[in-house]
């Protein structure tokens, strides 16, 4: 790395801390958790670039050469967030994609004002090809009182009440992207320093899409409004070329976001009839959906379910699924229009 004049670096910690500065009654404990939060993607970041070398150091749930049991990369992933946050007296209660209930601090420590929840690993499945995947967090302040353990009430907020959410994506270098309401910024992993660099200061979707991102094999599970809406994409109503977008789906929803926040576009996963565990969508509003909505929306972008603002849902339970439509702004609202148009008007 060579420095000169104008070099600026700006450390993910220098830069949490400038950012405390919005906030003059801050005591440091947001700072200090998404400071938390960049180590565990770096330890998980270690972990996944080795997950080539599985077969010749141990398959992931079987052993390794040396006889000792290798842990699979989602609940290495899970393990590292917990462990690393149950002892701050930072948090009052965690809840993971990877965990049926609410995950209590033990209580031999202290409990604290914030609510982490989040996705350890989303699109794991993608590892084995070397496709890339991330982790996704967000944090809420606590709704009961402060000393007390923290309850699913805690968990169960809508994504308006967010004060930070981020992702760190794994890929062909690892990112950190995240916001506490004063936009997006990004930082990418120095391996030889071991720290994240800001890289993308104040992320904004471009004023121009480029792509629309959904899984197009579930098209005879649509609805009439999402397959009409689709095909606007497609055609931009006989005028292609005015819209003309592309197609990218990579089946993985961090990077599928990374792409269409930096290059412009809109993901969907919308509700589908084949599978009946999707009929109200399959990415989950606390871990997947709220998050990167409130990027989205930091970012000049949009989420809905097709029907409402993503960040105004009420979330009735831990694992609650949504449809989803994230990214331009415009494209988001068409598709509420596309919906209501030809879906009706809904409950
Ligand atoms: P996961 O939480 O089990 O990893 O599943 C979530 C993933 C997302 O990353 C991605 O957007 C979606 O599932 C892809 O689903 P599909 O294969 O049905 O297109
Ligand atoms: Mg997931």
């Not at 404990?29 to 400071?35: D, F, G, I, S, V």
């Not at 070329?241 to 930096?262: C, P, Q, T």
Request: proline fraction near 6%.
């Amino acid at each position: 790395m060579t420095l000169n004049n104008t070099t600026q670096i700006t450390t993910i910690e220098r830069h949490i801390l400038d950012q405390q500065h919005h906030y003059p009654d801050a005591s440091g404990a947001l700072t200090n958790l998404l400071y938390d939060l960049a180590l565990c993607g770096k330890i998980i970041a270690s972990k996944v670039i080795q997950a080539g070398l599985m077969d010749v150091l141990g398959k992931t749930g079987g052993e390794n050469v040396q006889g000792e049991e290798v842990q699979k990369l989602d609940e290495f992933a899970d393990e590292t967030i917990y462990k690393l946050n149950d002892h701050t007296g930072r948090l009052a209660v965690m809840g993971s994609e990877e965990r049926p209930d609410i995950i209590p601090i033990p209580p031999k420590y202290k409990t604290g004002k914030y609510v982490l929840l989040y996705d350890p690993l989303d699109g794991s499945s993608n590892i084995d090809v070397n496709v890339s995947v991330g982790s996704i967090f967000a944090i809420y302040r606590r709704k009961t009182p402060e000393g007390s353990p923290g309850t699913l009430a805690d968990c169960l907020q809508p994504g308006k009440e967010l004060i930070a959410a981020g992702y760190i994506i794994y890929g062909s270098s690892t990112m950190l992207v995240y916001s506490t309401g004063n936009g997006v910024h990004g930082f990418t992993l120095n391996r030889m320093l071991g720290e994240f660099l800001l890289s993308h200061p104040d992320i904004k979707m471009p004023a121009k899409p480029k792509f629309y991102s959904v899984n197009q094999a579930y098209e005879p599970f649509w609805s009439p409004g999402v397959l009409r809406y689709v095909r606007y994409l497609q055609t931009g109503e006989g005028e292609p070329e005015k819209l003309g977008l592309s197609l990218r789906y990579i089946g993985s929803l961090v990077a599928d976001f990374h792409r269409n926040l930096l290059g412009g576009g809109l993901f969907c996963y919308p509700a589908d009839r084949k599978d009946p565990k999707k009929t109200g969508g399959k990415l989950r509003l606390l871990y997947e959906a709220a998050p990167l909505a409130y990027l989205a929306e930091q970012a000049g972008g949009y989420a809905t379910d097709g029907r409402q603002r993503i960040l105004d849902i009420e979330p009735t339970s831990l694992h609650q699924r949504v449809p989803l439509f994230i990214g331009d702004k415009n494209l988001c609202l068409k598709a509420e229009q596309y919906i209501k148009k030809f879906d009706g008007p809904g409950a």
